[in-house]
Structure formats: C-alpha cells, structure tokens
C-alpha cells in the first residue's frame, strides 16, 4: 500500500526551484533512504509532507490525504532542527506528545528517557546538543505511526551517538509503517534501508532497492552516490 | 555474535553467510531458539525486512525452522551442518585458490607454501615459549 | 482539542504571567507598607525606602500589562511561525483551534491583569478605616436619587454590554497582530519586515473599505435610521449605540481572524 505519494511536485523559494516534477510513491513496511546532497530538496519534500510549506505545483498526500489535521496524526516527523521548547522539562514534553498523539506510548518513551539516566525533571535548556536530539528523536520514535519521516537524523552527532539513533529507530518503528529517512551521510544508513531515492537539484535522479544496487552494480550505495555526485 | 559487512555484496546474502558461520561454530546451537527478527536485526544493525529475508532463505535451505508461535529455531540435523560448514570451507578455499591463481603461484608451490604454515602452526604448539 | 491546546498554552504563558501577578499583589502590600507608614515617619532613609516601595509597586504594575501585550504576539510568532512551529503546526489539530487557543490565552491573561490591577489597588489603599470612608463617600454620592431599583436592569446590561466590547475590542487588537504576521510569514523573504508593513497597511485597507461602507449607507438613507434612534429611550439609544460599536469592532476582527487562518492553512511557509 502506497503511504506517501507525489505527482509532479514543485516547489519554488522566491525564484530558486527547490523541487522540479518529483512524483515518487512510498510503500508501508518499506524503510526508504532519500539521499542527496545539500540543497537537493530532501527538506523541501519532507516539509511539503508535513504541510509546513504549500506545494506550487502538483500534489503531495499521505493515505490518500493531503496535508492537514488528519495527516498529522499518523504522520511522526522528526524536524533537521531542534524545535522542543527549552523552557519544558521531559515530564512535561512527555504530557504533551500524550495529550495529542493517541498513538503515543508513553511508557516505551519513559523507558528510553530512563535508559539514558535522563531526569524527568530536567529541561530541555540544561541538556547538551546531543541529549536533546535524542530526546527528540525518542518522542518520534514512541509514536505508533503510518508514516515516520526522519530529516537528517544522524547529521553532526558522533558515532556512537549514530549507532544509538540507528538502533532506536530499528527497535521502535511500526513495522507496517513506512520510514523515510533522509540524509547525505550514506554509508551510515545503508544497511538499514530497503530502498533509496536519489534527489539532485530537486528531480529524482535514481529510485532502486539497495539489494538491487549491491546484486546488478556490485557496489555499495555509498559508491554509487559518489560516482552519481561526482563534482 | 560480531557483525561485519563489506561493501559490494547484498546485505541480505552477507547475513545469510554470518547466520551460518554462527550455526556452525556453536554461537547458535542446534536446536536452539533464535531471537527474533528485530532483535537479531537491531544487534546487526540491519533492516528488518533484510534480516527476515535472510531468515527465509535460511529456512528453505533446512537450516532454520520455525514454529507457528515458538518462534525459530536451529536445525538439530547435524548432518546438514556438517554439509553447512564443508560449503564455508569450500567456498574459503575457492577465494584462496583464486588469489594464488592471480598471483601465478604455481601447485607446487602452493602445497609447500601450505604445508610451511601448518608447520609453523605445530612448531609454536610444540614451543610456547618461543 | 482546543483544551489541551489551552492548557499547554496556559502552562507556557502562566510561568511568567503567574509570578508576575504575584508580584504586583506583594509590590502593593509593600506600597501599602509606604503609604501608611514609611513616608509618614519623617525618618529620611525609611522616606526613601518608601519612594522606592511605591516605584516598585509601579513598574510590577506596568509590567504586568506589558508582558501580557508582548506575550500575546510572542506566543503567536514563536509557537506557530518559528522553529516551534515545526512541533506545534505538526500537531493533529485545525489550524482555527490554534488560533483560538493563542487568543483565548490572551485574553484570559488580560482578564487577570485587569481584576489583579483591581485588587492590588485596593491592597494599596487599604486601611482600617477605610470601610468607614467608602460609606462616607456612597453617601456623599445620593445613591437615593439614581432610582436604583428602576434603572438596576440597565445598568447590568450595560455593564454586560461594555464588557462585551471589551473583549471584541482585546480580540481585534490580537487579531490585527496575527493576520498581520500570518501574512509576512507567507512570503519566502523578510518575513518580519512584511509582518510590520501589513500591520500599517491593514487597518488602512479597513478603513477604506469602512468610508465606501458609509457612503453606501448613505446613499441608501442613513438618515432614517438616525431619526428613528433619536426618537426611542435615552436608555435604549444607548444600549442600541453600545451594540453597534460592538457589531462595527467585530468586522474587522472576523476579517483578521479570516485572513489568518486562510494564511496559516493554505500558505503556510515556515522558514
């Protein structure tokens, strides 16, 4: 079943095209790497999805929906940038994504905060850069959701820090549900993805599975965006 | 169990070829309970969807079987392992083969090169301290 | 869910409103403590302890208004329009639930600086003999010759009806700041600059279109409608004004409230 589908998509920022014509389907169960360099779309497509931008051309729906109120509640979307308030403690960030999202399971959430010998008293203001990504992407991940859509996840944290987001979306995701997850760091998250999806300059450039790539070309993913993205 | 990919082969076949390793050298025991699917899948580090595919294949080869809500388990036919780990074996050997091949080291020389490092190998047995 | 979203609102703006009105009660028992005994010691360094009570008492005073301004545009461009609103436009609720939640805070927060202004204020004044003064001042105000019981009725409604414009009035005021920042935001570029420019630029379209409205009503006959005013109740002449204003301050707040929730569904275009 097709979660997320995009027909001739367009998106300009003033006069820069951001996307150009993307139509793309992606199918529940399926974990899908959207690779790209920076300022590809990758962000674009994924804030079209979520309604934070309005689509200039062509459509975007998820479950047959456009963005809006009903896309929203199965849709977990884990913003590039840090957007929890400061001012909030995990308690409170926890009542929260509870009193919203139905699909929240908050003792799983609990128990990852816990694992991480985090307070639940502590703010968001008082955690290093890396805590609050994790914090972050833990909300995200405790949501029993259609559709995970994971900007950037692993950019700038350290690898031990990648092994262990790695590991959290594995161990969480609704296996039903689709994940996008998009990223330029690709060697990281090639072995959990089923499929890739190549941006360059906001048009699909490539749409295969990875065993696909690896079984015909008999290269990584990795050496194939190189060789793609060759400047 | 330690999991290692390299880069030009599916992950799929790559896990395939672990889970079989670990068979054969006892790290899972004939007859014993697998873990599941995304257990095994996040102490790999792998998709799901990969590691349940492998597991599939695993089975049609006789070296898994599940039961409907026990979960997998290894095979208990140790004839089918032993054939398991000869196929490893020949498969090593046929890599070795072929690396001597393209360095045009001839039979002979393979032998004795072989039968050098088996000697070495019992010399250190016989002399720990050395 | 308008009250979950109201009571995460409430929870966000109620840790700085919160101490803020319990600091202009405590500022107006110190301003109290003054009044009453500082400044009237003579003692120079209690005068001055006094003076600066009583200041104290007037910038929490100040304060406390302010805050619940800058607030009500705060809450508004951080939460829904900034790199919060990556988490609040996200959520599974309609973007009028939003809008209403973000304006019903403010005017809570509003309420509350008004009836606690009222309160310290008493505080401030309070003595005791104070109840004994009050009465003197009703009885120097012939209460007798209002005709209380005939003209109770009236004064109620009016009261009902000023408070009424009241609100209208606070929720055009908000309104006027989110319209004027939805549409900014829409823009790809200089977002804030074109928040400012459609804050001037909004009520002057309003009042545009308010003078083609009058000449219109004009040409139609709005003299009738004066003279048939002029000939009912002073009271009902009132009640009847107090309605209209009400009515004419609710047409451009519903203008406001329209153009912010077409520019936060059908425009949205966070940065």
């Known amino acids: ?231 | 169990m330690k999991w290692s990919f390299v880069n030009d082969l599916p992950i799929y076949a790559q896990l395939i070829e672990q889970i079989k390793v670990g068979i054969v050298t006892g790290a899972f025991p004939p007859g014993e309970r697998l873990p599941s699917v995304r257990d095994l899948a996040t102490e790999a580090g792998v998709n799901p969807n990969t590691m349940q595919r492998a597991l599939a294949q695993l089975e049609s080869e006789g070296l898994v079987y599940s039961q409907r809500t026990a979960g997998r388990f290894v095979t208990e036919d140790e004839t089918r392992i032993g054939e398991t780990k000869r196929d490893l074996a020949q498969k090593h050997v046929a890599r070795f083969m072929e690396a001597m091949r393209s360095l045009a080291i001839s039979r002979e020389e393979t032998l004795s090169l072989l039968e050098a490092e088996f000697g070495k190998e019992t010399g250190t047995n016989e002399c720990p301290d050395m | 869910m308008l009250r979950k979203l109201m009571k995460h609102e409430l929870r966000a703006t109620g840790r700085v409103m919160g101490p803020l009105l319990l600091l202009v009660l405590v500022a107006a028992v110190g301003g109290n403590l003054s009044t009453y005994r500082l400044l009237e010691t003579g003692n120079g360094v209690l005068n001055t302890l006094g003076v600066l009570l009583l200041m104290g008492y007037t910038i929490a005073f100040v304060a406390s208004g302010v805050m619940a301004f800058v607030l009500m545009v705060q809450r508004f461009y951080k939460n829904l329009l900034r790199d919060e609103g990556y988490l609040t436009m996200t959520l599974p609720v309609s973007v009028h639930e939003h809008i209403w939640a973000k304006l019903l805070t403010s005017l809570i927060w509003w309420i509350a600086v008004l009836a606690v202004a009222a309160v310290s204020m008493l505080i401030l004044v309070f003595s005791r003999n104070m109840m004994q003064e009050i009465s003197d001042i009703l009885a120097h105000l012939h209460i007798g010759d209002l005709n209380l019981s005939q003209n109770l009725p009236h004064i109620v409604l009016f009261c009902v009806e000023l408070a009424m414009l009241l609100a209208v009035g606070g929720a055009c005021v908000c309104l006027h700041f989110y319209a004027a920042l939805a549409v900014g935001h829409s823009f790809t570029h200089h977002k804030d600059a074109l928040s400012v420019a459609g804050f001037f630029a909004m009520p002057v379209a309003w009042h545009f279109i308010q003078r083609i409205a009058m000449f219109l009503l004009n040409l139609v006959g709005l003299e009738g409608v004066r003279l048939w005013l002029q000939s009912l109740q002073p009271a009902t002449q009132t009640h009847l004004t107090m309605l209209g204003v009400t009515v004419v301050t609710a047409i451009p707040a519903a203008l406001y409230y329209a153009l912010t929730a077409y520019f936060l569904k059908n425009r949205l275009n966070l940065g």
Not at chain 1, 92 to 105: K, P, S, V
Not at chain 1, 156 to 185: C, F, K, M, Q, W
Not at chain 1, 218 to 229: I, M, P, Q, Y
């Open chain 1, 1 to 231: 079943m097709n979660v997320l589908t995009c027909k001739e998509l367009s998106k300009k920022y003033g006069r820069t095209p951001a996307l150009s014509g993307v139509s793309l389907n992606v199918e529940s169960g399926h974990i899908v790497g959207l690779l790209g360099p920076n300022g590809s779309g990758k962000t674009t497509l994924i804030k079209l999805a979520n309604g934070l931008l309005t689509p200039d051309d062509g459509t975007i729906t998820i479950c047959g929906l456009l963005p809006g109120k009903g896309t929203h509640a199965q849709v977990s979307y884990l913003p590039e940038r840090a957007v929890l308030p400061e001012w909030m403690s995990v308690m409170q960030i926890l009542d929260y994504y509870a009193d919203f999202y139905a699909d929240f399971r908050r003792d799983a959430a609990q128990e990852m905060i816990h694992h991480l010998g985090i307070d639940m008293k502590q703010r968001i203001r008082q955690m290093s850069k890396g805590t609050r990504e994790k914090v972050q992407l833990i909300m995200v991940m405790s949501r029993q959701a259609k559709l995970y859509l994971l900007d950037e996840p692993i950019g700038g944290v350290d690898p031990a820090t990648r092994d262990y987001i790695l590991n959290t979306i594995i161990s969480n995701y609704n296996p039903e549900a689709a994940v996008v997850i998009s990223t330029h760091l690709i060697s990281d998250v090639e072995k959990i993805l089923d499929d890739v999806i190549f941006l360059d300059r906001g048009c699909v450039v490539l749409e295969s599975s990875v065993d696909e790539i690896r079984e015909t070309r008999g290269v990584s993913v990795d050496a194939l965006f190189r060789e793609v993205f060759k400047c």
